[in-house]
């Protein structure tokens, strides 16, 4: 429906509503104009019904957009050009006569703004330009054209009208950036130069601080007048724009006035509408006014200021803060622009087309135009990572926009498809590609881009929308607040643990690029269960050290500088030691028994003894040992650890767990060598020989079960009130220490059936170390006895220097994890590592393992890090129940990392870069080369070991020898036909064999390995 200014004059309602109806025909395209060149018109770009085209005049290739509105005074045809600014206005009224149904379209020559100059001299430096134009011998006006009553978009006079309003207004923009050049600097007695010193620090300010989506438009009209706006006339998607103008309150300046900032929002709606809006925002702050505009009443601020104000970009900031601040309406949120510089840009993009989940062509025959006119439904293909026209880092995408958004520079585009959030594209951008016969217009970085495998639902009632009830027509929204996108991405993590890798990773990104102050503090959230996955050489075992020690936390990570990577392994190695890292290697061999837990031969108590055989926890089992409760640390006071002796006993052993919690929440230690008797009577005696003696007499029965007993209860009663104490959990795991603080005593009526008890003080508990880790040697199986100090001394001193921690995280580095048979290695553990199912958890799982017979669960502190090289196994190809419940982050060559340097003038990143896309194509993605092999070669030396030692390897496992496909990564001065010589059938043995000719004629290569010839080598190298 076309609207027309009610004031229109009858005579003029019919033709103009001819012109816009044949000129914003939805179905035509224009083919030619005279005097233009290389026509490309885009058609009709709803909701504003202007029409935008591309094309050349005078060598120069504009983009312009012809549009219709109404304004104060009529009927308005205008043409911009986005960026430049509108380059006419033709207000209809004014600029054509009609009679009998013909219209008669002109203009005088006029241009806003020029002061100084006269139409007549417009007009004439128009003719000159542009001889084609008809313009009248007096130099009054410029004769547009003459359209008849009737006419359709092809006729000869609507063409010819269309071409003259186009170059006239091409050729009006020449003339007034000339005049404004010779426009004098001086008016008055003032000079006005600080406005353009001025306007050049405004743009850039309001280019890097804008929220990209807005389209700005400045006109510098004189040396008075400044207009900076928005030239997409939007604000948060609402009929309205904004202006920054900076104006003289009279021209010429009088010494006693002062220049004004005015910032204006002008509501492009219906008068009734404008009204409303103003009504509802009353009353206004004192410094903001209601204005009268040619759409209704706006508002306005208005800062007076100096020409030599050395601070005028803040006070034209402080003004655009006043509006935020007073004015709680969605609409006024976009004076944000010059007050908030956004980093990344926040776009919510409607799709349709699903029925592949967005990962490969769709076979939908829906009703959308474009389908109907034989379009393929692209936007398919937003997430089809192995489509033909992605390159190794970025992937490439097609949605559908009525208008197209207005961004540049950083973003990220979440999807949004029938109420549900579907996937995202990070560190993306909008762009014009073309491949072939189909267009994309979204980029993204592949490693930050994602499709949901669970989307989330209700994205309108979750507020994901903002203030919008849809995204309507134009196919997308602007998302304003940083908030909103953090809390869709938690809520992806929380529907999709096992993509929270990649979540994570645009989380993460998305923090590091926003504004702090808007965001808040940055809280890290990692996955329990990562993989890491790549091609060989991309740096998976090297970033586990950084992943694990941020995992890690504390005060020593935060006050460590990344940047130093001596300083990084010194503390991961630290961490190792500790046993709050452990690093492991999955191989063909690695079973159950190694991992979780097994039956395990045992050193003999003395030489000659018999190998005896107990349940020993594996590398996993131990860790969540550690981890399951955080240390007790209590400090050791005024302990002498010089004067101390240290001693091992272990508590109920792994029969009575109940003894040995009720030590420890009692401060006792008990002995269970000794049965119901009291040995009260022997506490005195020092000497070994006398007790013995004195035990067999008096406890005989006791001595002739086992000698040992004899042993233990006089090791238990020599303590030392000083002594420390060491308590183990079987043989490989350190639980607690503590202080001897009291005598030996026997209780009759024990609760736990132990007898024999002394007290201590504990100075740490759940330590859950190996005795390996704890003070550096094995312990035995023996209930308990003397340790040498001088062995354990040192480890438990530097324990308890220790600061008190609260509970700590663990981390298990498994590397190469998919060599391993994954589901018997973990066995029924690989469920209770689901996040859901770690202990604490609502749906926490225990399990009662096979050869202890202990229950089990894997705490929530526990995290675990794989790799996997991905040229031995693809993602794909993995156990289904380990993809499941591991996150994957894919680590990608980087073909530009910093240290990646020139070696004798041959760009090594340019030859990474090329050498990967043949391997792209001649095998997959996975089987590229990292860009670890080129990394600080120093010299041409370096270089050729790298080829001959790394690079040509990895090649031939790729191709498995096929030297032909090798020559086509690498060239033919690596890989050479080898000739057969002249003596053709003497190169065989005398046989008859029927395909010895075919055998003949097969090629077959070998590497040239350039030996001694450097100059040679280097020069091959460039050829790649």
């Known amino acids: 429906m076309i609207e027309l200014d009610p004031n229109t004059p009858n005579e003029l309602k019919g033709p103009i509503k001819q012109l816009y109806k044949t000129l914003f025909d939805p179905s035509k395209r224009l083919g030619a104009?005279?005097?233009?060149?290389?026509?490309?018109?885009?058609?009709?770009?709803?909701?504003?019904?202007?029409?935008?085209?591309?094309?050349?005049?005078?060598d120069q290739t504009h983009n312009l957009e012809i549009f219709h509105y109404v304004r104060e005074n009529g009927n308005c045809l205008a043409i911009s050009n986005p960026g430049a600014g509108n380059l006419i206005q033709l207000v209809l009224e004014r600029f054509s006569r009609a009679d009998r149904g013909t219209l008669e379209l002109f203009h005088d020559g006029s241009i806003t703004g020029t002061q100084g100059s006269n139409r007549r001299k417009n007009l004439s430096d128009i003719r000159q330009a542009q001889s084609r134009l008809d313009i009248a011998e007096d130099c009054k006006e410029i004769n547009l054209g003459t359209l008849p009553k009737t006419y359709t978009f092809e006729d000869e006079a609507f063409t010819r009208f269309l071409s003259n309003f186009i170059i006239y207004a091409l050729e009006r923009k020449t003339i007034k950036n000339m005049l404004n050049d010779q426009y004098p600097e001086k008016t008055g007695d003032k000079t006005l130069s600080p406005f353009k010193n001025f306007i050049e620090r405004l743009i850039p300010h309001v280019e890097q601080s804008r929220p990209q989506q807005y389209f700005f438009n400045r006109e510098v009209y004189t040396d008075h007048h400044i207009w900076v706006s928005d030239y997409g006339k939007s604000l948060n998607e609402e009929p309205a724009h904004y202006e920054i103008i900076l104006r003289d309150v009279d021209v010429p300046l009088k010494e006693t006035d002062r220049p004004q900032i005015c910032i204006d929002i002008h509501f492009e709606k219906r008068k009734k509408d404008s009204r409303s809006l103003i009504e509802s925002l009353s009353p206004l702050p004192e410094k903001i006014k209601e204005i009268p505009w040619h759409h209704g009443n706006s508002l306005s601020y208005t800062e007076s200021y100096g020409l030599d104000d050395p601070d005028l970009l803040e006070k034209v900031t402080a003004a655009l803060d006043y509006f935020r601040r007073h004015i709680q309406h969605p609409l006024i949120d976009a004076v944000n622009i010059l007050y908030q510089k956004f980093l990344v840009n926040k776009l919510l993009v409607n799709l349709t087309w699903n029925s592949n989940d967005w990962k490969s062509p769709s076979e939908d025959k829906s009703n959308h135009d474009w389908v109907k006119n034989g379009g393929t439904p692209m936007e398919s293909w937003n997430f089809d990572k192995q489509a033909e026209w992605n390159t190794p880092a970025l992937i490439f995408g097609n949605a559908t926009f009525t208008k197209r958004p207005k961004l540049s520079g950083r973003a990220v585009l979440v999807f949004h498809s029938q109420n549900k959030i579907v996937g995202f594209y990070g560190d993306a951008a909008l762009i014009d590609k073309k491949i072939g016969e189909n267009e994309k217009n979204l980029q993204g970085s592949k490693a930050l881009s994602f499709v949901l495998e669970n989307k989330i639902p209700a994205a309108k009632e979750s507020g994901y929308l903002e203030d919008k009830q849809r995204i309507g027509q134009i196919g997308f929204n602007y998302i304003q607040h940083d908030q909103t996108l953090?809390?869709?991405?938690d809520k992806a993590l929380e529907l999709n643990t096992a993509q929270s890798g990649e979540i994570l990773d645009l989380k993460n990104w998305f923090q590091k690029n926003i504004t702090p102050a808007k965001s808040g503090p940055t809280i890290m959230k990692h996955p329990k269960n990562q993989i890491l996955f790549g091609p060989p050489g991309t740096g998976k075992t090297y970033r586990t050290i950084n992943r694990s020690l941020k995992i890690i936390g504390g005060k020593e990570v935060r006050e460590l500088n990344w940047n130093d990577r001596a300083a990084v392994k010194k503390l991961y190695d630290a961490k190792v030691k500790s046993g709050q890292i452990v690093f492991t290697t999955f191989h063909q061999s690695m079973g159950y028994e190694d991992f979780i837990e097994g039956i395990k031969p045992q050193e003999p108590a003395s030489e000659g003894g018999p190998v005896t055989y107990s349940v020993e926890p594996g590398i996993f089992k131990a860790i969540c040992q550690k981890a399951a409760k955080p240390l007790e640390l209590q400090g050791a006071g005024p302990i002498d650890f010089q004067k101390a002796a240290f001693f091992k006993m272990s508590?109920?052993?792994?029969?009575?767990?109940?003894?040995?919690?009720?030590?420890?929440?009692?401060?006792?230690?008990?002995?269970?060598?000794g049965s119901d008797e009291d040995f009260t009577a022997l506490s005195k005696i020092k000497d070994w020989k006398t007790f013995r003696d004195a035990f067999k007499e008096n406890h005989g029965g006791l001595a002739g079960k086992s000698k040992y007993n004899i042993q233990a209860v006089f090791i238990f009663q020599r303590m030392k009130i000083g002594d420390i104490v060491i308590i183990s959990k079987g043989n490989h795991l350190i639980d607690a220490v503590g202080r001897i603080t009291g005598e030996y005593f026997y209780e009759e009526q024990s609760q736990i059936g132990y007898h024999q008890f002394r007290n201590v003080q504990w100075l740490a508990k759940n330590i859950n170390q190996t005795p390996e880790d704890f003070f550096g040697k094995k312990i035995s199986q023996q209930s308990i006895y003397e340790l040498e100090d001088g062995e354990v001394r040192p480890g438990i001193k530097a324990f308890f220097d220790q600061e008190p921690q609260e509970q700590m995280n663990y981390v298990i580095i498994i590397d190469e994890i998919n060599r391993g048979n994954v589901s018997a290695i973990f066995g029924e553990l690989i469920t209770c590592i689901e996040d859901s199912k770690r202990l604490g958890q609502t749906e926490a799982l225990k399990v009662t393992l096979p050869y202890s017979k202990e229950e089990f669960g894997v705490p929530g502190n526990v995290y675990l890090i794989g790799t996997m090289n991905t040229a031995d196994r693809s993602v794909e190809a993995l156990d289904t129940a380990l993809r499941r419940r591991f996150s994957f982050s894919e680590m990608l060559p980087v073909d530009d990392h910093e240290l990646i340097n020139s070696v004798a003038g041959i760009d090594l990143k340019a030859m990474l870069r090329r050498i990967n896309l043949r391997l792209e194509k001649l095998v997959s993605r996975d089987h590229t080369i990292g860009h670890a092999f080129f990394l600080n070669l120093e010299g041409p030396e370096a270089l050729y070991a790298t080829f001959y030692d790394k690079v040509i390897p990895l090649l031939q496992e790729y191709f498995f020898g096929d030297y032909g496909k090798i020559g086509l990564v690498l060239g033919s001065d690596f890989i050479q036909e080898e000739k057969a010589g002249s003596e053709g059938e003497a190169l065989f043995a005398a046989f008859e064999y029927e395909d010895k000719d075919l055998l003949m004629q097969k090629k077959v290569y070998r590497i040239n390995k350039f030996e001694k010839d450097m100059e040679n080598f280097l020069n091959a190298v460039r050829k790649i």
């Open 486 to 489: 953090i809390d869709i991405l």
């Open 651 to 673: 508590l109920g052993g792994k029969d009575r767990p109940d003894i040995h919690e009720y030590c420890l929440s009692h401060d006792l230690i008990a002995l269970g060598h």
């Open 33 to 58: 104009l005279p005097g233009l060149r290389k026509i490309q018109d885009q058609g009709l770009q709803r909701p504003d019904n202007f029409r935008k085209l591309a094309l050349q005049y005078k």
